[in-house]
């Protein structure tokens, strides 16, 4: 580090970052494992519901995927069917199919055996109809999911997108895996921004295919399980790998709303925890398969 060079931190505010002069990190060298190489499998993605930004996450995601990933889009109307047509040319790693019907259908739903999927993306049509409408239909499909999650046994990965934030609440229920609430990240993001213009290039690096994220891997892949250890100890594990842990995830957890769903970013360094075999790292790292 030369001087003039700044320092990327993950704090509360920009005036709770303090340097410590803590030399004794007290690592659990021991408790430190190294991953399991596997190879990157294609994946089977479910798009639900269809808007303008539906071309940039497919993009992305044709970015991120191994060859021979499928993508399939379930609509309700016509118009991205022609949309697809001309994406599929420019895709590299996609295949990509599309179905004109009703989401909000549990029979149709049924129909598409959603726990054969990897995940489950909700797009919210929010150009067709008003936003409480277009969060309406999107809780009922959601709920459908659920049904369709507690009769087959079967957990599903989903991420919903809700337009309005008071609307999240009452989706909850649901037991989705995440709501991306569109508005509510732009106005996080612009606050950020404001306050630091230089932020926007960290983000166009955090959120570029081509530069390193933030990845949540399996905890497996850092410690051994069964013994406390502290968060330096997982710093220190994922520095050998060459990444930056940023938090975990407890699955035990994930639905509780007080914890977070689970979610600790930024933890108190010296803090003991005992992770499960099912638990999470939150990592920035430039791969995010293992």
Aim: avoid cysteine; glycine fraction near 4%; charged fraction near 30%.
């Amino acid at each position: 580090i030369n001087e003039g060079d700044s320092i990327i931190a993950v704090t509360e505010d920009d005036d709770t970052m303090i340097v410590s002069n803590n030399k004794d990190y007290s690592i659990d060298y021991e408790a430190i494992t190294s991953p399991a190489l596997l190879d990157r499998k294609p994946e089977r993605i479910l798009m639900l519901g269809w808007n303008k930004r539906s071309p940039v996450l497919i993009d992305e995601l044709d970015k991120h995927v191994k060859d021979g990933s499928l993508l399939k889009v379930v609509a309700n109307h016509s118009y991205p069917g022609k949309m697809i047509k001309i994406i599929k040319p420019k895709l590299n790693s996609l295949e990509i199919e599309f179905i004109e019907a009703d989401t909000t259908d549990k029979y149709l739903l049924t129909s598409l055996d959603p726990a054969s999927f990897d995940h489950i993306i909700l797009q919210s049509e929010y150009e067709d109809v008003g936003v409480q409408q277009a969060d309406a239909q999107t809780l009922v499909t959601l709920l459908h999911l659920r049904n369709i999650s507690n009769s087959t046994k079967k957990d599903l990965n989903i991420v919903s997108e809700m337009l309005d934030n008071q609307n999240r609440r009452l989706a909850e229920v649901t037991k989705a895996d995440d709501f991306i609430v569109s508005d509510n990240v732009l106005s996080l993001l612009m606050s950020q921004v404001s306050e630091n213009k230089y932020l926007m290039d960290v983000f166009y690096k955090l959120f570029g295919s081509k530069e390193s994220g933030i990845y949540i891997k399996p905890v497996t892949g850092y410690l051994k399980i069964g013994k406390p250890v502290n968060f330096y100890t997982v710093l220190e594990s994922a520095r050998q790998q060459n990444e930056i842990a940023l938090g975990y995830r407890i699955i035990s957890e994930k639905d509780d709303e007080n914890s977070a769903h689970g979610v600790i970013v930024n933890p108190l360094k010296s803090d003991m925890i005992k992770f499960n075999e099912e638990d999470k790292i939150i990592v920035l790292s430039d791969e995010d398969f293992r």
